[in-house]
Nanobody, 115 residues
Framework: QVQIVESGGGLVQPGGSLRLSCKAS????????ISWYRQSSGKQRNVVAT???????TYAETVKGRFTISRDNAKNTVFLQMDGLKLEDTAVYYC?????????WGQGTQVTVSS
């Protein structure tokens, strides 16, 4: 059974940092493209960053230069290092795993940026 578990969220002040983790099990992790999405209250879910099977990364313009995505295939884990957090980064963060014909989502982790 495939399981995706996001963790590392919490409450942080503007300008602070958090490191999110995404642990996957029950799948051939190295063959999956992993993204981080976020969804703020009342808004649609948007992609934040993606790392593909080859390790190539892409970022949304809103987080470029502040967030860093990385993957550790030996640990079936993807990380999202978030620095310089802003109020507008407040959201639930998800890390779907995708490959052709398959898509798996976790329950998300809440990130709240507030003074």
């Amino acid at each position: 059974q495939v399981q995706i578990v996001e963790s590392g969220g919490g409450l942080v002040q503007p300008g602070g940092s958090l490191r999110l983790s995404c642990k996957a099990s029950g799948l051939d992790f190295g063959n999956y493209c992993i993204s981080w999405y976020r969804q703020s209250s009342g808004k649609q879910r948007n992609v934040v960053a993606t790392v593909n099977r080859a390790g190539t990364v892409t970022y949304a313009e809103t987080v470029k230069g502040r967030f860093t995505i990385s993957r550790d295939n030996a640990k079936n884990t993807v990380f999202l290092q978030m620095d310089g957090l802003k109020l507008e980064d407040t959201a639930v963060y998800y890390c779907p795993a995708r490959r052709t014909g398959f898509e798996h989502w976790g329950q998300g982790t809440q990130v709240t940026v507030s003074s």
